[in-house]
């Protein structure tokens, strides 16, 4: 998923925005600091945290300057030109550009390109490109002309791949486009037709771009509101020159088609665009982004104000001409999968579920508290001295270390129950302490092992695994799933790593006797699963009872029985029900051997079939898995593990199987994406209503 996050306004007193807003806003080598080039006479340094500039220069009265300012990334100064042909290099030091390095050039410039590991690159009008110190050794030297005479130079981009700067630029001649792509290196220059439809000859089309292997993906936003993309090779043969490039559709109507102010686009990463325009059957101009992979929009705001039709990005924030002010807007984009196209919910705790604490409140474990007064906190600790000598808060706590150290696992075991119940221990890290002195001596004597003590002091509810980390490392040694089990359902942090490994355990163990255990619901006491274990009796003896009006689907799996054993399945279910983030996620899941990650697809199969078979949308059990939690687990495996699943012939069927809910599931979160939009323009307009009239009549259209 993507969101945009609360825009701000930089400070725009001393600048000045034409017409057409601003020449543009350029990355420093400081990581916070921009150069905003005003269309007329001055470049500011802004620090985008302090939303303040930093430094203002400006070219004296008469003269203008003609592209954007940008940072030299090698040495940290600034260059700019003004009227077309004077270069001026300076730094935070100076203070009037009048008096900084100054070089008239021979040709005009069009732009300069600074990016980052290489000197900055200068293209020229006639379409020549020179290195900024192979230009400053000499100035007046000679500067070809490589594009006719006719055609104009309306936008350009400069790439670094495998150390080489690639520069394309486009070109315009009386409605017809044209591609030049140079590779600075060889300087070697290879020319593209593009080819537009008709009726966009007379509109101006926005061009983004990104690099794509052996190829510049160039995208457009045309005047139909559709963005398409056109594949240019970097590499060119002699073969054929001035080659045609068609281009191919890649999303369909995403602004009011014919819209001539106010358009431009983006290419955030490899799988989201920014576009700036006004939606489809709306007025006002609006930022979205959209994922390019799934061709769903992601998220949108209105912009009311108006804007000049620019925007630019760097890192993870947008700027843009909004009204009359510079306006910033951080985003976030995911990594695109199917479970963020789908619209992957937050894990919420739920009811009836112990609450899990987080965090350590260092102040109150010390006796002080934030804010608090000098009374205050010597009265707080002479009620915890007096408390203290009434009765010990922690009794026994190095006795029973001393214990863990060197006892047997039954005097042990005695001992920690003793400790439980005569103290309710106040700090996590006491019970952490407990639980790293057994994890110790396990790691030394691997014969030793008290399940029993892990298993109470995991059911104090009060540790996490940055607490115990090599607990679950421990857990794993000894194959102890319900160990597993519990900690996956206590634990608010466990990575994601270690998530993939208690999934691929809970895959392989079998059991004996499964087949038997799933067709006559035998009750098995392993690893301490018995009859007591709700998760594993109840919610699986549930799952298997055959629904009223579930069968067998043409080309299905049968859904009348578990593809698991109930134990398995309650083991898989901690599984679905533990918090993850997806790029850390992703990478473990391709480890998972093919055939157990297709067992855990028919068995999220089975629960989705069981889930959507319910007027409730939940299935049966204590603590069963819900719909979103099933559809983002789907998604993650085959994102994972897609190629590897092609070749396995017995996964051919559930794949397309997979693939015709899938569809319909992201056709139906794109339509409710829609639908929300819609409702908050419904609730704008609500509140932008009149008192003045006292009849009126309104349209919602929706889209």
Known sequence: ???????????????????????????????????????????????????KPLGSWSVKQGQSITCPAVCNFQTGEYIMVHDHKVLRIWNNDDVNVDKVFKATLSAEVHRIHSVQRTEPLVLFRGGAARGLEALLVEPQQNIESVIPDEEVIVWSEVFMLFKQPVLIFITENHGHYYAYVRLCKSHSLSKYTLLLEKEEKSVKPNFTARVDGKFISLVSLSSDGCIYETLIPIYSSDTEQNQRLVRALMLKSVVSGGVRNGVALTILDQDHIAVLGPPLSASKECLSIWNIKFQTL??????????????????????????????????????????????????????????????????????????????EQSRTLRRKKVETNLQPEVPGFKQLLSIIKKDSEKHIEVELRKFLAKSTPAFHTIIGDLVAGLVGRCKAEPSFYPRNCLTQLIQTHVLSYSLC???????????????????????????????????????????????????????????????????????????????????????????????????????????????????????????????????????????????????????PGVNPPTVSQIMDWICLLLDANFTVLLMIPEAKRLLLILYNFVKSQISIYSELNKIAVSFRELQRLNREKSSRGLYSIEVLELF
């Open 1 to 51: 998923m993507a969101t945009l996050e609360e825009e701000f306004t930089l400070s725009t007193g001393v600048l000045g925005a034409g017409p057409e807003g601003f020449l543009g806003v350029e990355q420093t080598d400081k990581a916070d600091q921009f150069l905003v080039t005003d269309s007329g006479r001055t470049v500011v340094l802004y620090k985008v945290s302090d939303q």
């Open 298 to 375: 992601q998220t949108s705001k209105e912009l009311p104000q108006g804007t000049s039709g620019q925007l630019w990005y760097h890192g993870e924030v947008l700027f843009m001409l909004h009204g009359k002010s510079l306006t910033v807007i951080p985003y976030k984009c995911e990594e695109s999968s199917l479970a963020g196209a789908l619209g992957k919910l937050k894990h919420t705790q739920e009811s009836g579920t112990h609450s899990v604490p987080h965090f350590v409140n260092w102040e109150t474990c010390s006796g002080y508290e934030l804010g608090s007064s000098g009374a």
């Open 469 to 619: 980390p090599d607990l679950m490392e421990i857990a794993l040694e000894h194959t102890d799933v319900q160990m597993l089990q519990l900690c996956l359902q206590q634990f608010p942090d466990i990575p994601e790593s270690t998530t993939c490994a208690c999934l691929k355990l809970f895959l392989s163990d079998s059991t004996q006797d499964e087949k038997k255990e799933m067709e006559e619901q035998i009750e098995i006491v392993q690893n301490g699963f018995g009859p007591e274990d709700g998760n594993c009796s109840e919610d699986s003896q549930q799952l298997n009872d055959k629904p009223a009006d579930t069968a067998h689907e043409p080309g299905s799996f049968p859904v009348t029985s578990c593809p698991v054993a109930p134990k398995r399945a309650a083991l898989l279910n901690a599984v679905l029900h533990s918090a993850y983030s997806e790029p850390f996620l992703l990478p473990h899941l391709k480890d998972i051997p093919a055939k157990h990650v297709t067992l855990f697809l028919q068995y999220l199969y089975f629960l989705y079939l069981k889930c959507t078979g319910s007027a409730t949308m939940t299935l």
